[in-house]
């Protein structure tokens, strides 16, 4: 295409010169046509002046001899009149006498076309004399050919002209287009992903400036694909660490169910058979009871603690809004003190598995936040989805916290680093009902399906305290 390019221009210059060659030629020859006119009309003229008082004198001193039988005689001995043809009729109009033709250039005329541009229209010379009729016809046509002779030649060096001229352009086009080819060459090269190619300087103010902009513009391109590279590596490790983090998670989550689980279990048995064969040792059997409600309280923390590790089940590719109505499910059961609302109105089809994990550790992380730090009575989340993007909003009404305070909590880090890692924005703001919001915006990896009925789910518990 740039050479396409190229070429139109090439085409354009060479036009624009010819067009001003041939003006400045069409003006010249205007210029010569009429000048060289106005010379023949003044040779002519001046020449028929010439013959006419040539041929006046010797009808005067023929009349005044009284002999005018010999006039014709006469003529014939002065032979060619210049510039002029001389003819002699008789009474009865007959052909008495014509000059000879010139010699000059014999044979030879002048194009009709030509003759009729530049040679003027002259009126004979008629004298009439003892029944002869002298008719002094003024002839350009020697003038008019010297004329066309002039033409042929200049013309023949303004020809070998415009050629050396139309070659000297052609020329000094090509050098001056010819940066044009390096940086074609350049662009083939960054099209094909090589970014390490730059312009020289070419000396002329305009391609410099090209090839100043091509540099710059190549350097730009460098340092994105060097940022693009590190942020793949950057990517892939955040994948890889997420990766790590979960697998940790629930290896962790299988050692304590099967660890501490089991043997707060063995306790919690062995301490229920003692109390059932001290009830006459009061003192026995009292702390038989403590042992039970204690390793009770050690059973219910150990079954948070797995509620954070693990999902409450296995979530299925494709149904994250199902899985997010089952957490907040969960939650609630978990914080009964807390009004939950739900408004969860899509489930993306065929959604990685990662990706959902991820949406689904964003919304454990921050409804934690909610219970732990935001002293609150009543918590919305809302999940929606358009055609680019998945939008996760949790909303309280508790205490909020300082820009500061956020900073420095390990789980927002988590949270940011998730949602980077997906390529989305993570936003923490004042809630509407004056506690926090946190929105995560996630681009979504392909087209959602259809979006379902958003289910608004009914407060689990009521306690007055909804504003």
């Known amino acids: 295409m740039f050479k396409r390019v190229t070429n139109r221009l090439h085409d354009r210059i060479g036009l624009l010169v010819t067009a001003a060659a041939g003006l400045i030629l069409l003006l010249v020859g205007l210029s010569w046509t009429v000048t060289t006119r106005s010379a023949i009309e003044e040779e002519i003229n001046a020449a028929t002046r010439v013959a006419e008082q040539w041929m006046t004198v010797l009808v005067d001193e023929a009349e005044a001899r009284g002999d005018t039988a010999q006039l014709t005689d006469q003529l014939a001995a002065v032979g060619r009149v210049r510039a002029n043809s001389l003819e002699v009729f008789d009474s009865e109009g007959r052909l008495r006498y014509r000059s000879p033709a010139s010699t000059y250039k014999a044979g030879r005329d002048a194009p009709p076309w030509f003759a009729a541009l530049v040679s003027p229209h002259f009126e004979p010379s008629v004298r009439e004399v003892d029944g002869l009729r002298l008719v002094l016809v003024p002839d350009g046509s020697r003038a008019t050919l010297d004329a066309w002779d002039d033409l042929v030649q200049v013309a023949g060096w303004a020809i070998a002209l415009l050629v050396l001229l139309g070659l000297a352009v052609r020329h000094a086009i090509d050098r001056t287009l010819q940066p044009l080819h390096a940086l074609e060459s350049a662009l083939e090269q960054t099209a094909d992903g090589r970014f390490d190619v730059r312009l020289p300087s070419y000396g002329l103010a305009e391609l410099d400036r090209l090839a100043d902009r091509y540099n710059r513009m190549a350097d730009e391109l460098d340092s994105s694909l060097q940022r693009n590279a590190r942020l793949e590596e950057d990517q892939a490790f955040n994948q890889a660490l997420q990766a790590r983090l979960e697998e940790e998670r629930r290896q962790i989550a299988r050692e304590l169910h099967d660890e501490i689980g089991q043997s707060v279990t063995a306790v919690r048995a062995m301490a229920g058979a003692i109390a059932q064969r001290s009830g006459d040792v009061p003192g026995v059997h009292g702390s038989a009871q403590a042992i039970l409600a204690m390793t009770g309280q050690m059973q219910d923390g150990v079954r948070h603690i797995l509620a954070r590790l693990r999902r409450p089940e296995p979530l299925p590719r494709g149904r994250l809004a199902a899985a997010l109505v089952e957490y907040c499910d969960h ?137």
């Open 331 to 467: 939650w609630a059961s978990l914080y009964p003190d807390i009004v939950i609302e739900q408004s969860i109105g899509t489930e993306p089809v065929a959604l990685p598995e990662d990706y959902c994990l991820a949406v689904l550790r964003i919304l454990q992380e921050s409804l934690t936040n909610v219970a732990r730090h935001a002293n609150a009575t009543r918590v919305e989340v809302a999940a929606a989805c358009d055609d680019a993007q998945l939008i996760l909003r949790i909303c309280d009404d508790g205490e909020g916290f300082s820009s500061q305070a956020a900073a420095n909590r390990f789980g927002l880090t988590g949270m940011r680093e998730r949602v980077q890692a997906l390529g989305g924005k993570l936003g923490l703001e004042a809630s509407p009902h004056g506690g926090a919001m946190v929105t995560a915006l996630l681009p979504l990896p392909q087209a959602p399906a259809m979006p379902m009925p958003a289910r608004k789910a009914i407060p689990h518990q009521d306690n007055g305290d909804r504003p």
